[in-house]
């Protein structure tokens, strides 16, 4: 029997074999020496918005391993003996030439611009929400402070607004996240209508990612507020301004050594649950034929496990989709106020420490890790 | 039989009424003894002027750079008592409007609790006399004579006309002129007015809608009145200014004309001016702090003059300006001074006095203590304070 590994890839006019797999110790000795030196590697850029998009990059590949490793543990490559590694090999079609070298440090130029990529692409879905909320706060405080009691709505119907828009995207954004990270098309992440079946087939999955994502905005929201307190230190008060911006850009480094973890943690299983949902739909009903070749590659061999989707009987088919619709509405509709209680978490942020627009449309753990906000004068 | 039975139950009850009858008469007059027996009041007057809802000096009276209140520091600075490095030295661990209003009224720090059980409630009760109460059960004062100006917005400063003290309490309580006020008694007129169209159900709603307005004081119980003179002050006020309330001045403003209109209408002896618009810095819009200095400092100019203009109050007042608290100041924050978290620079604020009887031009530099406003206020005013732990302000004295 044929599996993926056995396919031969055209790639650059040449036919490539699959290598055969590498010691595993080796390749653990030298993954465990990288880490701490990419994750303070990680650290230092996220003190920057343009160096942040590096470890959106990065974190664009983890999901992008994560996903194929799920469908990896599900495939009949798996059982045939093959590694995690292999399989990714061969449904990402990585280049046999030069791969050794690329294997584990992905071209720099490859990552950040594909960090780049994602992160306009989750600012174009989360733009119109966060654009409200900066109006309605400052419309709805200007109206409170005016007593501008014939317009006092305005503030409240559109800082709400934001909210139900926000959270509607994101119950979308993991899945589209997801898809575009593990596909490597950009495109994929406005395939709207596939998407969302995604989402629906992966309701439990997305209920916990939105309560993961509410659990771990927490520490997020403390570390925004933390600096107006400790701001107002008396033993501040001598030091000028060079040692305080020395101070504050102290405590963005430790800050950041807190929300890189929370943030490779929320899409790593973003990307779990992204991937399960894929295998849920095929097994079910089969590859959908808007899967890209990425993803059919993968799904090819998850369902050669199975010799067919597990359809069952009509009538069971029947009672389990009369289950399935309220059972789903029910728990994407939890997952909807999940992520209402994110929003709203920013806003108490915003309430106990204030920065101006461009920090308060970036949450850190949705568009980029990146906390480092200077104010004005400092 | 029978008869006899009626007769002697009749005559027990008529008994009976006469003996509870002629107690009220008793406890009346003696009140009514004590009430005449008070001295009348001829002065000073005071306003007391609540600079809130949090200041800090740098913004007013201690620029860095500039002061969004020239008229309080340029204008009127030299022509009484500044002392700049007052303090709050409270053992409370929170530095607020409620208690700073309470710390100046009563003339002590004490720590305040929640009497509503809401999350985040301010519903304090003094323990302790109010200056009202001292004024008022010192002299001939009527209750429209005591005034507290209040803003929209902080209905729990409602409470802090009369204190829970066993010996003072609501019987020398103040009265409130606030635009809450103002709706209760437009609901009561409405109810009276309109009673005939309504049906039976919309009136029964109003009803229980005023019911709830005028409860606002449990501690009143049935008499949840004011003086006959608020009330028309309040008619003129809806004359002039309509039911819609889209036509009177708004926010500080609207105390500022509250406060003007009061001191022409109901001629009082003692006012509180609680402004509070620069508070709302708590959003994040510093604007709505400076500009709210300005307001109140424009506020403060508008009373000076009604003040002069007026002969009964022309050398006859004295105003005191203090801050309920200060504020913080956050060298990491955008707005550093988005809240008042019991900082240091939260407890740092200043008083200034100017009138008869008060030093002229001069700034007090060493430390004070906004508790000592109270005592200063009462040696003043003459009326002993010996609830108050705070000692009167000596530099304040001419």
Excluded at chain 1, 240 to 250: A, M, N, Q, T, V
Excluded at chain 2, 35 to 56: H, M, Q
Excluded at chain 2, 166 to 188: D, E, I, Q, W
Aim: glycine letters at 8%.
């Amino acid at each position: 029997m044929t599996t993926i590994l056995d396919q031969r890839h055209d790639i650059a006019g040449e036919s490539a074999a699959v290598d055969p797999p590498r010691p595993r110790r080796r390749r653990a000795w030298v993954g465990w020496l990288l880490w701490p030196i990419k994750f303070a590697l990680g650290v230092v850029l996220c003190q920057h918005p343009l160096g942040a998009l590096f470890v959106v990059g990065w974190s664009q590949n983890m999901m992008q391993r994560a996903a194929v490793k799920s469908w990896w543990r599900r495939s009949e490559s798996r059982q045939t003996g093959a590694t995690a590694d292999d399989f990714r090999i061969a449904v990402l079609n990585v280049p046999t030439k030069g791969r050794r070298r690329w294997r584990w440090v992905a071209p720099i130029w490859h990552t950040w611009r594909r960090g780049l990529a994602t992160a306009l692409n989750v600012l174009v879905v989360t733009l119109p929400a966060t654009a409200l909320w900066v109006f309605a706060w400052s419309l709805g405080w200007n109206n409170s402070f005016f007593k501008h009691y014939e317009q006092s709505h305005l503030g409240f119907v559109i800082g709400v607004s934001g909210i139900l828009i926000f959270s509607a995207v994101m119950l979308y954004l993991p899945i589209a996240r997801a898809r575009q990270a593990t596909t490597g098309d950009w495109r994929t992440f406005y395939d709207f209508r596939f998407n969302w079946r995604l989402v629906r087939l992966g309701s439990w999955e997305m209920l916990g990612v939105a309560i993961l994502f509410a659990l771990a905005s927490m520490p997020v929201m403390i570390l925004r507020i933390a600096p107006y307190f400790l701001g107002s230190d008396p033993a501040l008060a001598g030091l000028s301004d060079e040692e305080l911006r020395e101070r504050l850009g102290e405590y963005f480094l430790f800050s950041t050594v807190i929300v890189i973890p929370l943030y490779f943690l929320v899409w790593r299983i973003a990307a779990t649950a992204y991937a399960r949902a894929v295998v849920r739909g095929a097994r079910r009903y089969g590859p959908s034929t808007a899967l890209v070749d990425i993803e059919r590659r993968a799904i090819a061999s998850v369902l050669a496990v199975q010799d067919a989707p597990n359809r069952g009987s009509t009538f069971g088919g029947i009672l389990r989709g009369g289950i399935r619709l309220p059972v789903t509405t029910l728990l994407l509709g939890t997952a909807y106020l999940t992520w209402s209680a994110v929003a709203v978490q920013i806003f108490v942020g915003q309430f106990f420490n204030y920065v101006p627009v461009v920090p308060w449309m970036n949450h850190p753990l949705v568009l980029l890790p990146w906390l480092r906000y200077f104010p004005a004068g400092l | 039989m029978e008869l006899q039975l009626a007769e002697s139950v009749d005559r027990r009850r008529f008994l009976m009424g006469s003996l509870a009858g002629g107690a009220v008469l008793a406890c009346h007059g003696s009140l009514r003894a004590a009430e005449t027996s008070r001295p009348t009041y001829s002065g000073p007057n005071v306003i007391l002027i609540r600079f809130g809802g949090g200041a800090r000096r740098r913004e007013s009276i201690d620029p860095r750079p500039v002061t969004y209140s020239p008229y309080l520091l340029h204008h009127l600075a030299h022509r009484g008592v500044l002392f700049k490095n007052m303090l709050i030295d409270s053992a409370a661990p929170e530095t607020g409007h409620g208690q700073g209003t309470l710390n100046i009224l009563v003339g002590r720090y004490d720590k305040y609790d929640d009497v509503s059980g809401q999350l985040l409630g301010e519903r304090f009760e003094a323990r302790v006399p109010t200056l009202f109460e001292y004024v008022r059960s010192s002299f001939q004062v009527p209750a429209h004579q005591t005034l507290i100006v209040n803003g929209e917005d902080r209905t729990q400063e409602e409470f802090y006309t009369f204190s829970n003290h066993h010996l003072f309490g609501a019987r020398f309580r103040s009265n409130v002129l606030s635009l809450y006020r103002f709706k209760t008694y437009l609901l009561r007129q409405q109810i009276a007015e309109h009673s005939a169209e309504w049906s039976e159900q919309k009136l029964a709603e109003k009803k229980r809608d005023l019911a709830k307005m005028e409860a606002l004081d449990y501690r009143r119980g049935d008499d949840t009145s004011q003086a006959a003179e608020i009330d028309d002050f309040w008619a003129e006020w809806r004359r002039d200014y309509g039911d819609s309330g889209l036509v009177n001045p708004r926010g500080d403003r609207l105390l500022t004309e509250l406060t003007i209109r009061a001191l022409k209408r109901l001629r009082p002896k003692l006012l509180m001016v609680n402004y509070n618009d620069c508070d709302y810095v708590h959003w994040g819009n510093m604007a709505h702090y400076t500009l709210g200095i300005s307001i109140m400092d424009a506020g403060i100019r508008r009373i000076v003059s009604a003040v002069e203009s007026d002969e009964a109050y022309r050398d006859n007042t004295v105003i005191v300006v203090v801050p309920d608290c200060g504020r913080d100041d956050s060298r990491f924050a955008a707005v550093p001074c988005q809240h008042h978290f019991n900082t240091r620079s939260s407890r740092e604020i200043f008083a200034f006095v100017i009138g008869p009887g008060v030093d002229r031009g001069r700034v007090v530099d060493q430390s004070t203590q906004q508790i000592q406003v109270a005592a200063t206020v009462g040696q003043l005013m003459g009326f002993a304070t010996p609830h108050a732990e705070g000692e009167p302000l000596a530099e304040a004295f001419a």
